[in-house]
């Protein structure tokens, strides 16, 4: 799939044949008049309950779909969700966002919204133009925000700008806002020290782009499980990818350099785990034998790898439906006696992802 850096992408969760019905149609129809037709439609109480079954069931023989347009014009809503997603290059290569992306549009047609996506690289003037235009030029009703950052500016945007957003992750911006989130801090504390009582004692560990605020919690749960079994400093060394599986690989031929050489390595994210599989095989290393690797998030290329990877599980297309409810949710709040919007029964979430441990994982060689 190929997205623009910059051009957006409507995905519409309705379509409609090109003879457009109208009203008129559908009155001359039923011998009503257009009025009549039109309150119908609305589901008003003063049209008989037969004659409103009877013309929903004809508007739907003939095609007719209601002027949208019109309709947002008089609620003042675009019917439109924003999806930003801050990757580098026009190809939408991660399964990671593909596995997202179809949460989030599932659950967009759903509940009737479309989606308006685009890609942009992270941190670049061509990502705050495109939260400009959504917000200052109304182009969605709220906005999701993905791999959140320290100090996120993104998220601090949206909220001086009052507009409806919600993030799959945290900040540390000290603002409140709703998010779902992986625990990434006790995940990787979970995989980690799965390797530890493997037998493992020499660990490399590819970290995510320093930026992002799950590199930091995952960087934190793997050095504090080295340092509550007792291993020295050196015990774990640290090489950076940027998420891609090339950078894994890159990252694991280095880390397979040194001396002594890792017997477990762990990456922040399973496309680079991939690329250090890769990386192993091609120094002619058994992964699972000569070398135990793992991962985070359970892409589904993760299961069918050679051999399976050992990962820790986020359910990505679960959560993007979630944080789409939440969303919409939000904007359709109604608005309570005080005119202030009622908060969602749902707000912040944090989930604790799962162990699952395949055959890229197992004892150091030469254990018992």
């Given amino acids: ?112 919204f479309d989606l308006l996506v685009s890609t942009q690289p992270p941190d670049s003037e061509a990502e705050r133009e495109a939260y400009r235009r959504i917000v200052h030029g109304r182009r969605a009703d709220g906005a999701l925000v993905v791999r959140t950052r320290q100090k996120d500016e993104r998220i601090r945007f949206l909220s001086e700008q009052g507009f409806p957003f919600v993030a799959f992750g945290r900040s540390d911006l000290g603002i409140e806002f709703p998010y779902v989130d992986e625990d990434s801090y006790t995940g990787m504390r979970l995989l980690a020290q799965h390797m530890v009582d493997l037998g493992h004692r020499h660990f490399g560990f590819i970290s995510a782009p320093a930026g992002l605020l799950f590199c930091r919690l995952r960087l934190d749960g793997y050095r504090s499980v080295l340092q509550a ?60 034998r000569d070398l135990s690797v793992g991962g985070f998030d359970d892409i589904p290329l993760a299961e069918h790898a050679h051999p399976p990877l050992t990962t820790m599980r986020q359910p990505i297309y679960e959560i993007g439906q979630r944080i789409t409810r939440m969303l919409v949710q939000l904007i359709q709040v109604p608005r309570g006696l005080s005119g202030e919007e009622e908060a969602p029964a749902e707000r912040q979430v944090l989930l604790t992802p799962q162990l699952i441990v395949r055959e890229s994982s197992g004892p150091p060689p030469g254990s018992a």
């Fill in 1 to 112: 799939m190929r997205l623009s850096e910059t051009f957006w992408i409507l995905i519409s969760s309705s379509t409609a044949g090109s003879m457009r019905v109208t009203l008129k149609d559908l009155a001359k129809k039923l011998g009503l008049s257009v009025t009549t037709v039109s309150r119908a439609l609305a589901g008003y109480d003063d049209v008989a309950e037969n004659t409103r079954r009877r013309v929903r069931q004809t508007a739907q023989e003939m095609g007719y779909y209601p002027n949208i347009t019109a309709q947002q014009l008089r609620r003042q809503r675009t019917d439109t969700l924003a999806f930003v997603i801050p990757t580098h290059g026009p190809r939408l290569s991660d399964p990671f966002f593909s596995e997202l992306l179809a949460g989030i549009g599932n659950e967009a047609g759903r509940h009737r």
């Fill in 229 to 288: 079994n007792g291993f020295p400093a050196n015990g774990g060394l640290v090489v950076s990818g940027d998420l891609a599986q090339r950078s894994g690989f890159r990252a694991a031929q280095e880390l397979l350099g040194r001396t002594p050489r890792p017997t477990a390595i762990i990456a922040c994210n399973d496309l680079m785990a991939l690329g250090a599989m890769s990386a192993a095989q091609k120094m002619g290393l058994t992964v699972g």
